[in-house]
């Protein structure tokens, strides 16, 4: 059974940076597209970012394009949301996902979700 270790979130002035890491384990990690959702109280899980499984496509919401950057090494089997100038409005626990399907962008049909990472911006 494949599982999803999410990890890398914490308190961070605005303007600040983090990386959030997802660790893989028990999946054949390279056929699987990643994604970062995130996940705000009383709204809706929303998409982040989704790179492909041997990381040649990525895709990123508008609110974060230019600020975030996914990433994956498949040696390791780890994925990655490099997220720079965060904004208040950023604050949201963070899960990591996979899917056996490309593009991913909806957090519906997926195969594993990682636990969740907070993130939480100080303005």
């Known amino acids: 059974q494949g599982q999803l270790a999410d990890s890398g979130g914490g308190l961070v002035q605005a303007g600040g940076s983090l990386r959030l890491s997802c660790a893989a384990s028990?999946?054949?990690?390279?056929?699987?597209?990643m994604g970062w959702f995130r996940q705000a109280p009383g709204k809706e899980r929303d998409f982040v970012a989704s790179i492909s499984g041997r990381g040649r496509l990525t895709e990123y919401a508008d609110s974060v394009r230019g600020r975030f950057t996914i990433s994956r090494d498949n040696a390791k089997n780890t994925a990655y949301l490099q997220m720079n100038s965060l904004k208040p409005e950023d604050t949201a626990l963070y899960y990591c996902a996979a899917a056996n399907f490309y593009p991913l962008n909806r957090p519906r049909g997926l195969s594993y979700w990682g636990q969740g990472t907070q993130v939480t911006v100080s303005s």
């Open positions: 028990g999946v054949a990690f390279d056929r699987y597209t």
